[in-house]
Nanobody
Framework: QVQLVESGGGLVQAGGSLRLSCAAS????????MGWFRQIPGKEREFVAG????????HYAEAVKGRFTISRDNVKSTLYLQMNNLKPEDTGVYYC??????????????????WGQGTQVTVSS
């Protein structure tokens, strides 16, 4: 079973940048569309960005368009999220997981197990 380990979060001032990574261990995630999600305490986890398995297609939540860029390295089995011009409302715990390349919603995949621990992003105003 693949384990997804997110990293790269931290505390940054508004307008700053962070680059998140999601490493898949156990097997390659080549062939699967992947996405980033975030969750604020008391709220449901929400979609942020997704990328098709070939990296030929990407999709972003309206709130992050033009500021975030998702990418992947299938050789390293690593997913990235470059976040620029961060805003306080971007604060939350960020997770990666498999998504549908059609709806971009999270899809449960037994090969990937449940959600990882995520990485905390805190943007101060």
């Amino acid at each position: 079973q693949v384990q997804l380990v997110e990293s790269g979060g931290g505390l940054v001032q508004a307008g700053g940048s962070l680059r998140l990574s999601c490493a898949a261990s156990g097997r390659t995630f080549s062939g699967y569309a992947m996405g980033w999600f975030r969750q604020i305490p008391g709220k449901e986890r929400e979609f942020v960005a997704g990328i098709a398995w070939s990296a030929g297609g990407t999709h972003y939540a309206e709130a992050v368009k033009g500021r975030f860029t998702i990418s992947r390295d299938n050789v390293k089995s690593t997913l990235y999220l470059q976040m620029n011009n961060l805003k306080p409302e971007d604060t939350g715990v960020y997770y990666c997981n498999t998504v549908s390349p059609i709806t971009w919603n999270y899809v449960s995949n037994p090969l990937f197990g449940s959600w990882g621990q995520g990485t905390q992003v805190t943007v101060s105003s």
